[in-house]
RNA sequence: GCGCGGAUGGUGGAAUUGGUAGACACGAGAGACUUAAAAUCUCUUGCCGUAAAAGGCGUGCGGGUUCGAUUCCCGCUCUGCGCACCA
């Protein structure tokens, strides 16, 4: 017998696959085509991980999946190698980049060779090749000539180790994503590509995307779309405006400061005589903080009074004009009107410096009824603090205790008196240790059957504390409908929320909110604390806002803008979060920006036929601090002339965000030797769209990238669609053993050729990686678990030999065979179709149990189908040993493209089923029954089961419920 | 703080539309083979209970809907990730 030995079967099938030219995929090819690849990987030194593996173990058992169904799959590879770790060793040694480069890529090619990747190496590619980034050049230049691309002088992150520009995308918590260094603002003048001219059209495509949710909110997010208001206000004793950005522009009338960026232009020039100083040195100050200073001091506000006054347009007031960090430059207009009652930030401000605080929104419970009459006062709820009891009250009539006391404000009283009032006449109690007041108020809707009408209580909260056994006498009509009951503030909501949950009156969620506020203010007051309530930035109700009062606040939001509109002091916005993206890197180990500037015809992009521009071979690398790229000290190369008017000119010297090279490769790969052009657009109409692209990195940045050119792409007429990758699969993380991230400095990586190596082969290593868990979630390594997927694989090797050697005259039961063996093509197939392939294997698994059953009767000639049909359903995960096997199962053909096998319903079901019997929901039974015994029939046998007729017993079943195929379930 | 996930045996995980919770695997235990070990094969394995059954309890916690809930609804707790003073 042949024993199961990987290192010996794989090298020989990985060299058959790659002598000939199988996983070459044909342009134009009739069979529907199918284009499935993992995000490229930088080629680093320490060659590929486990993780690597996994990613290749999906996209490689997806792809042999697709052949099999005949598919004409293109499974490419490259890559995306320009980047810092190359530079730095360059710097630090003096080897030219491409030299080093170079050698890590055959590293990462031998070691993808050796899990045995179908890959199309027909179509490899490399961003560092001047034949790719001549391409690269060119889109940069179409961007340019489409008004994409742009130079602009500007505040950017510099990283002061690694002497360049970061995009914001690059800088983690105030760090450089690469050596986690502060970073620090310079300002430069620095190349742009204009994403935001596509925001819109971005955002709008995300809810089309086949893409884990999860991603598609980190770029809904990231784009940070918001629809609002710019309003502009007068300054007092100025010509300047200050245009405020606002989402709630309904809270106008609640702006009692205005707040400047201390980046806004108008910060300094504000500044009255005696103000000018401080104003100065504050933003001084401010402007050299770095973000992580900034955020270091948390949530405290910093500001300073400019001396100044804005006229608040729809009310005339005057709101004084501040400068303070917490509102960011680059956002909406840098200047916010500050509303302290409806926002946390404007509250916290307002409180430092004693600003006022006007409240226009109350907050809404139930839906808001027309022609709504006001009436307003207090709700108050007892508490003893010396038995923790929360008071309310039970009434007499219905018997429930989901009443509080309140009651109207009468003519001239405080809402405080009110309560005081209302707490002796409906309570009894006069003596009140302390009120404190919930908060804001609320507004709650209901329909007045006595008085025919709607109505809004407008009503404030208080807590009381109480001694409860002070209680004197309530008012008599008190007395006779309402008990004074005590309890927890748990039972006294879980009435409520039993009425809510039964009643069709929403507006008792209010009542809800007010036992919640006097939880937390009770809480507050046994531990001797102030209690501080939310300030309430929802929606809601006007009020203090002249005519638009009693709106809602969307109404009101449309109302205002439209009125500020018509007064030409303010118009509808939409501003996004995200900014253009800046590409300009001061770095030699890039794709060099295709510009000449020439003193006559400023930027002036290389024409076509002049691409690439070639990065220079240097001898110095490292950059010298001067926010240059050691290009720039390359004269010969910078010395050229401009291309419009042949005077001498200079190169620009800042290379492109390595981002620009890895944003268009799945278009290269279907064309990637065309020196013509970028892609062949007919050969882009033939693949594109990717149909499948796994990774697990990069939510936003190169996900976000490779969208918004593929847009502009779609927008030139180079491609067919607008969304360049249907569906995205993103894998997680295989952690080490001990379930912590895997990292050379712990020492706890593992090294996937010395498990391949240890004998476990790849087949193993790949089909125990899927075996893991669900892919799109973080699993954990096992040494011990691959010896179990080892283990499988043996049992499987071992069938066939032994049905390959044995006489094959054992006694069969051929029906059965059959069964599981449809079964198992059925799971597998529906598993693998929807990524879930550790159930898939699972499934597999169980299947190789059933036939060692099957097989202690010995082996006949129907084994040959199952076996062989196992063989092709293994394949996607072992596909080496799937070939060893094929091919010992008596084939030459090459097992990638034989068809997938087929199940027939038919020859699953069997003649019996079980049907499980329940009664009052418990499993008491399970009875065999044949299929096609009829319902009456079935229900009759679940009664008459002995077992069963122990539950059931004299009592009558009130019902039967049969759910065919399934269950029989007894009410009694 | 906001957004998006997740919570199931000793462990990783399964249950695709509300219908036998714990597939499959690891670990553990027992047996067969062996002089012995490894490898291999077979069996047991959620908890309580029992000689064995019967029975009871069980999918983070508290409620609800339903004949029936890991699955749906309401309210919490913990946890992972993303964003984070974005007005």
């Not at 509080?404 to 409906?426: I, Q």
Request: hydrophobic residues 35%.
């Amino acid at each position: 017998m042949r024993r199961y030995n990987p290192t010996e079967i794989e090298p020989k099938w990985q060299q058959i696959w790659a002598d000939d030219t199988r996983y070459q995929s044909k342009d134009f090819d009739a069979r529907p085509k199918y284009y499935v690849t993992g995000m490229f990987p930088y080629p680093s030194g320490a060659g590929m991980h486990i993780g690597h593996f996994f990613e290749h173990s999906i996209v490689d058992a997806v792809a042999r999946f697709r052949r099999a169904l005949g598919h004409n799959v293109v499974y490419p590879m490259g890559w995306d190698s320009f980047g810092l770790p190359a530079e730095n060793y360059a710097i630090k040694t003096g080897t030219a980049p491409a030299v080093v480069t170079k050698q890590n890529i055959a590293n990462f090619k031998n070691q993808l060779t050796r899990v045995g990747a179908s890959i199309d190496w027909s179509r490899e590619i490399n961003t560092t090749d001047p034949e790719y980034y001549k391409w690269t050049q060119w889109v940069f230049t179409q961007m340019f000539e489409r008004g994409l691309a742009y130079q602009k002088e500007s505040l950017q992150w510099w990283c002061p180790v690694d002497k360049t520009v970061l995009a914001n995308e690059q800088v983690e918590a105030g760090r450089c994503w690469r050596c986690g260094t502060e970073v620090e603002k310079k300002s430069m003048k620095q190349w742009f590509f204009k994403i935001t001219e596509y925001a819109d059209e971005l955002l709008e495509e995300i809810p089309n995307l086949n893409w884990p949710e999860k991603i598609k909110t980190a770029q809904a997010n990231w784009i940070g779309r918001s629809q609002g208001a710019e309003i502009d206000f007068a300054i007092d004793g100025s010509d300047d405006t200050i245009t405020v950005f606002s989402t709630r522009p309904d809270t106008l009338f609640g702006a009692s400061f205005l707040v400047l960026a201390p980046e806004h232009p108008l910060a300094r020039k504000l500044a009255t005589d005696e103000m000018r100083e401080s104003v100065h040195s504050y933003i001084d100050e401010a402007v050299k903080k770095s973000e992580i200073e900034r955020q270091s001091e948390g949530k405290e506000k910093t500001g300073v009074w400019t001396g100044s006054y804005a006229i608040n347009p729809v009310n005339s007031e005057q709101a004084p004009i501040w400068v303070a960090d917490y509102v960011l430059g680059g956002y909406g207009t840098g200047a916010v009107m500050g509303v302290p009652a409806h926002d946390e930030r404007d509250f916290a401000f307002a409180q430092k410096f004693e600003l006022p605080v006007v409240r226009v929104v109350v907050q809404d419970f139930g839906s808001i009824l027309p022609d709504s009459v006001n009436v307003t006062g207090p709700v108050v709820i007892g508490y003893d603090p010396n038995t923790k009891e929360f008071m309310s009250l039970r009434n007499k009539n219905v018997n429930d205790r989901r009443w509080l006391v309140a009651g109207g404000l009468n003519e001239g009283e405080s809402y405080e008196e009110a309560a005081r009032r209302e707490l002796k006449e409906e309570a009894g109690f006069s003596d009140i240790v302390k009120l404190i007041s919930l908060g804001e108020p609320t507004n709650s809707y209901y329909y007045n059957s006595n008085k025919n009408s709607n109505r809004r209580s407008h009503s404030f909260t208080f807590l009381a504390i109480l001694d409860k056994d002070l209680q004197g006498e309530q008012q008599q009509e008190s007395n006779e409908n309402y008990e004074v009951v005590w309890g927890s503030s748990a039972d006294i909501e879980e009435d409520f929320i039993k009425e809510k949950n039964t009643s069709t009156e929403d507006g008792i969620s209010h009542w809800i909110e007010a036992i919640q506020r006097a939880r937390q203010a009770a809480e507050a007051y046994d531990a001797n604390e102030t209690y501080k309530p939310n300030i309430y930035s929802g929606e809601g109700s006007l009020i203090n806002s002249g005519v638009f009062d009693g709106m809602s606040s969307s109404e009101a939001r449309e109302e205002i803008v439209a009125w500020l509109e018509q007064q030409a002091v303010g118009r509808s916005k939409v501003t996004y979060k995200m900014r253009d993206w800046l590409i300009s890197r001061q770095r030699y180990w890039g794709a060099p920006i295709p510009v000449i500037h020439c003193d006559e015809h400023g930027a002036v992009p290389v024409p076509t036929q002049d691409l690439p521009v070639v990065l220079p071979e240097i001898e110095d690398y490292a950059p010298k601090g001067d926010g240059k790229s050691a290009l720039a000290r390359q004269t010969d190369w910078v010395n050229t002339t401009c291309p419009t008017c042949g005077k001498p000119a200079q190169r620009e010297t800042d290379t492109m965000d390595g981002y620009a090279c890895s944003s268009w490769y799945l278009l290269r790969y279907t064309d990637p030797h065309n020196d013509e052009q970028a892609w062949d657009p007919k050969k882009a109409d033939y693949w594109s769209p990717v149909d499948m692209y796994v990774g697990g990195d990069h939510a936003v940045a190169h996900l976000l990238y490779v969208r918004f050119w593929n847009h502009v792409f779609y927008d030139l007429g180079l491609v067919p669609v607008k969304e360049p990758v249907k569906q995205l699969v993103y894998h997680g993380l295989i952690q080490a053993e001990d379930g912590t991230k895997m990292s050379k400095s712990k020492g706890n990586v593992v090294d996937p050729l010395e498990v391949i190596d240890a004998g476990y082969g790849a087949d193993a290593l790949r089909t125990f990686e899927l075996f893991l868990g669900p892919i799109n979630e973080n699993s954990s390594w096992s040494s011990k678990g691959i010896a179990g997927v080892y283990r499988f694989l043996n049992r499987l090797w071992t069938l066939v030999q032994e049905y390959d050697e044995s006489d094959k005259s054992g006694v069969i039961d051929a029906k059965k065979l059959e069964s599981l063996t449809h079964q198992t093509i059925k799971k597998v197939t529906g598993d693998v179709n929807r990524l879930s392939f550790n159930t898939a294997i699972a499934g597999l698994m169980e299947h190789v149990n059933e036939l060692y059953k099957l097989k202690t009767n010995g082996f006949t000639p129907e084994w040959q189908v199952p076996l062989e049909a196992l063989v092709q359903l293994v394949q996607p995960f072992a596909p080496h040993m799937a070939a060893e096997l094929w091919q010992q199962l008596g084939h030459d053909t090459q097992l990638d493209f034989v068809e997938w096998p087929t199940w027939d319903d038919a020859k699953i079901a069997s003649d019996a089923m079980t049907i499980i019997v329940q009664v009052n929901g418990k499993l008491r039974a399970k009875l065999e029954v044949a299929s096609d015994a009829s319902d009456d029939d079935i229900k009759q046998a679940a009664l008459a089961d002995a077992h069963v007729q122990q539950f059931v017993g004299d009592k009558k079943p009130t019902k039967v419920i049969y759910v065919p195929g399934r269950l029989v379930s007894i009410v009694v």
